[in-house]
């Protein structure tokens, strides 16, 4: 993945609009959420500008058990358009972009009480937005968005261009990150 970046006046402030571009060609907008320094290296937070969603199914037996993330190219191919027709009746465009799958549109609004907890490989909960349901060869799938912000980590490079972090290095400096981000958040409110 690569990105480029692409500065544009927004009011008073300068806004930094990065793309990120898969090895298929697809391409998300994001912006710079979060920088910070660590390690005598820059770290950036990138923010989707469309919203992320996520597609989950169940194991055929039982819809009680815990959700399952679709994460499978091929499954995500099969189901596409089946997805894509499903949102476009609630006025929802899915697109499929680099990283994860987004939507743009009017949102419906959020009723707190209907939140969903989805336990994504039984390791910790987050919770979702549910969008639609839908079955593909009598399979459930349901179209979910994150309500926590889907920031995406990236390192600025010596000669200035963004590379996504792996799994692994965002875990070595994940604790890092989350107290310098509760920190920035801290002094924001004061």
């Known amino acids: 993945m690569f990105s480029s970046p692409e500065s544009q006046e927004n009011g008073q402030s300068q806004e930094t609009y990065i793309t990120l571009t898969d090895e298929a060609e ?30 989950f199914t169940w194991g055929s037996e039982d819809l009680e058990q815990a959700s ?3 994460d499978d190219e091929s499954e995500i191919d099969q189901i596409f358009d089946t997805a894509k027709v499903v949102l476009e009746e609630q006025n929802l465009i899915l697109q499929r972009t680099a990283i994860t799958l987004t939507v743009t549109g009017e949102l419906p609004e ?45 390192r600025k490079r010596d000669n200035g261009k963004l590379e996504l972090l792996s799994e692994e290095e965002f875990k070595q400096i994940q604790p890092m990150v989350q107290a310098m981000l509760e920190d920035q958040l801290f002094d924001d409110m004061e």
């Open 110 to 154: 959020w009723d707190e009480d209907e939140l969903d907890e989805v336990d994504e490989n039984d390791e910790a909960s987050e919770y979702y937005e549910e969008l639609a349901t839908f079955l593909y060869q009598d399979q459930k799938y349901a179209i979910y968005t994150p309500l926590d912000p889907f920031l995406i980590p990236a």
């Open 68 to 70: 399952i993330p679709v």
């Open 26 to 55: 697809r391409s998300l907008h994001c912006t710079i959420e979060y920088s910070l320094e660590l390690n005598e290296k820059e770290y950036v937070m990138l923010l989707p500008l469309d919203l992320p969603v996520e597609i």
